[in-house]
């Protein structure tokens, strides 16, 4: 299920509120599997900044997680580079990293508009 061309739309804060989960980690491994199958990536958390329902174990940081690719070609993620991640579950709560995922490069300055996001309210549903 991928895109004619993948890019991702909106900034962090136009985004956070409609995303299941925010996280920032690094990425351990990346396997994109036969074709018709969903890849995977293996991310090492640095910070959690909204679960939504996602399964993370306490302490977030340092947790490793495994999210699931349902398109091969993006988001492009590289082994040992840090990145936002913002994501949504899937029906069996899985995390899912769709074509359309906001996925940036990890900056230390995000830390900071993460946090002061997390301590806002999302308005309605997403």
Same mark, same amino acid.
């Given at each position: 299920?991928?895109?004619?061309?993948?890019?991702?739309?909106?900034?962090?804060?136009?985004?956070? $509120?409609?995303?299941?989960?925010? @996280?920032?980690?690094?990425?351990?491994? /990346?396997?994109? !599997?036969?074709?018709? =199958?969903? #890849?995977?990536?293996?991310?090492?958390?640095?910070?959690?900044?909204?679960?939504?329902?996602?399964?993370?174990?306490?302490?977030?940081?340092?947790?490793?997680?495994?999210?699931?690719?349902? $398109?091969?070609?993006?988001?492009? @993620?590289?082994?040992?580079?840090?990145? /936002?991640?913002? !994501?949504?579950?899937? =029906?069996? #709560?899985?995390?899912?990293?769709?074509?359309?995922?906001?996925?940036?490069?990890?900056?230390?300055?995000?830390?900071?508009?993460?946090?002061?996001?997390?301590?806002?309210?999302?308005?309605?549903?997403?």
């Amino acid at each position: 299920p991928c895109p004619q061309r993948c890019r991702r739309a909106g900034t962090l804060q136009s985004n956070f $509120c409609s995303s299941d989960f925010v @996280l920032t980690g690094t990425v351990k491994s /990346v396997s994109r !599997g036969p074709p018709q =199958e969903p #890849g995977w990536a293996v991310v090492s958390v640095l910070g959690l900044y909204k679960s939504g329902g996602l399964v993370v174990p306490q302490p977030a940081k340092g947790a490793t997680l495994r999210l699931q690719l349902p $398109c091969r070609l993006c988001p492009a @993620l590289k082994k040992g580079s840090s990145y /936002v991640l913002m !994501g949504r579950l899937g =029906e069996d #709560g899985e995390a899912l990293l769709p074509p359309d995922a906001f996925v940036v490069p990890y900056r230390p300055q995000q830390q900071q508009v993460l946090g002061n996001l997390s301590k806002r309210p999302c308005r309605g549903t997403p």
